[in-house]
Structures are given as structure tokens and as C-alpha cells.
């Protein structure tokens, strides 16, 4: 009987040895402990954000509809004497207008200045002129002889001086000078007469629809619960 010969040790399979890869790990604030922060907790987190902005908007919206309510109720309480203000504004303006419409200046010009006068003046008249000197005068006359009939003959002769001559004037006599001028000028100036008066008269009818709204407008609001 022949011994079957021994056997080789057969090696297993050993796996491949895998490669380390180094994880990081999450350290606390201020301190060297590692945290190892759970999936759940990434979840958690925005969760307590959101519910925290969600309770402060609540907040602020209550607050801010408090502040209406109270300035509401302050309004419907004064909301008579409010229009008793606005209604007399509008009619205190509107009498503005009317008056300014009907207004007159009235005033005093003082004017003091002088004034350049140049112009030909016409002068015809009849005045009497008295000779400063002996004035000649050869002139072609007539003598009547009566019954014996009239010559002819130049005359030559002498004006005393001092001899007065009525004469008639006819010419145009140049002025040119300087007046003093000094007066007190009243005025008296109609504004609705000289163009305002239209004007006037659309801004008060741009003015009444206003106050009619606000004479329509209750004294008083009644709550009605």
C-alpha cells in the first residue's frame, strides 16, 4: 500500500490592503475636543433659523398693526375737528382770492427830475416894437397935391429912437432847455381791470370742487361693532 505523497500547503487569498484616507474631524470652538457633528443636526439647524425669523416677522407685524389701530382710532376720534380745520383753511384762501381780485392799488408817485424840452414854438400876434436906434427908411411915396393933382418921389428920412412901430409877428421860434419837474402823481390801479381778474377766477373755481368733497365729509365715524 502506497502513502499518496504530502500535500502543499495551499496559500489563501489574501486581500489587497486598501488605502487610509484621512477624514476631518470637526473641533469645537476655543477647545481641542473633535465634534462629530450628526447627519440630523444639519437638518435641525436651519429649522431653529427659520422658526426664529418666522416669530420675529410675527412680532413686528403685530407692532406695526397695533401703531395703525391706534393712529386709526386717534383719526376717527379728531377726524370732526379735522375737517372743521381743512374746511376753514379752504375758505380763508378762498376769501384770499376773492379779495385780491377786487383789490386797488392806491399809491403816490413823487417824481422830481429834470426834463430836456426842445420844440419850435409858432408865434403870430401883433405887438408894438419901440426903436433902440434912428432907423432910415428910403421908400418910393405918393404926394397928393389936392385939386393940382399927386407926384411921385422916393422919400429918405430918419426914425428916431425911441420911436414906437405896432407891428405883427410871424415866425417860428426854436425852445430848447431843461425844466425842472417836481410833482406828487396819485394812482389808483384796478388789478381785476387789468388782467387779473381772470386769473382770480380760475384758481377759485380750481378751488371749489376741494371744498364741496370736504363739506360732504362726515362730522363723526360710528363704529359699528
Excluded: C
Amino acid at each position: 500500500m502506497s502513502t499518496p505523497p504530502p500535500t502543499q500547503p495551499t496559500e489563501s487569498a489574501q486581500p489587497a490592503p486598501q488605502a487610509i484616507v484621512p477624514q476631518a474631524v470637526a473641533v469645537l470652538p476655543g477647545t481641542s475636543v473633535p465634534y462629530h457633528e450628526h447627519p440630523a443636526q444639519r437638518r435641525i439647524f436651519p429649522r431653529r433659523v427659520w422658526e426664529a425669523l418666522k416669530s420675529i416677522s410675527l412680532f413686528v407685524s403685530m407692532i406695526i398693526n397695533l401703531v395703525l389701530i391706534i393712529v386709526v382710532v386717534i383719526l376717527i376720534n379728531q377726524v370732526g375737528a379735522i375737517k372743521m380745520t381743512i374746511a376753514s383753511i379752504l375758505g380763508q384762501l378762498d376769501s384770499s382770492f376773492q379779495g385780491l381780485g377786487a383789490a386797488t392799488i392806491v399809491d403816490t408817485i413823487k417824481i422830481d427830475q429834470q426834463v430836456p424840452v426842445r420844440f419850435d414854438l409858432p408865434l403870430s400876434q401883433d405887438t408894438t416894437v419901440v426903436t433902440q436906434a434912428p432907423v432910415p427908411i428910403n421908400a418910393y411915396a405918393t404926394f397928393s397935391l389936392g385939386q393940382f393933382g399927386s407926384i411921385n418921389g422916393n422919400v429918405s428920412l430918419a426914425l428916431p429912437a425911441g420911436t414906437s412901430l405896432p407891428v405883427h409877428l410871424e415866425l417860428n421860434v426854436p425852445v430848447s432847455n431843461t425844466i425842472q419837474v417836481a410833482f406828487d402823481q396819485p394812482i389808483s390801479i384796478p388789478l381785476a381791470a387789468k388782467g387779473l381778474g381772470p386769473v382770480v377766477a380760475q384758481l377759485r373755481s380750481a378751488l371749489g370742487p376741494i371744498i364741496g368733497v370736504v363739506e360732504q365729509l362726515p362730522d363723526a365715524f360710528v363704529i359699528i361693532p
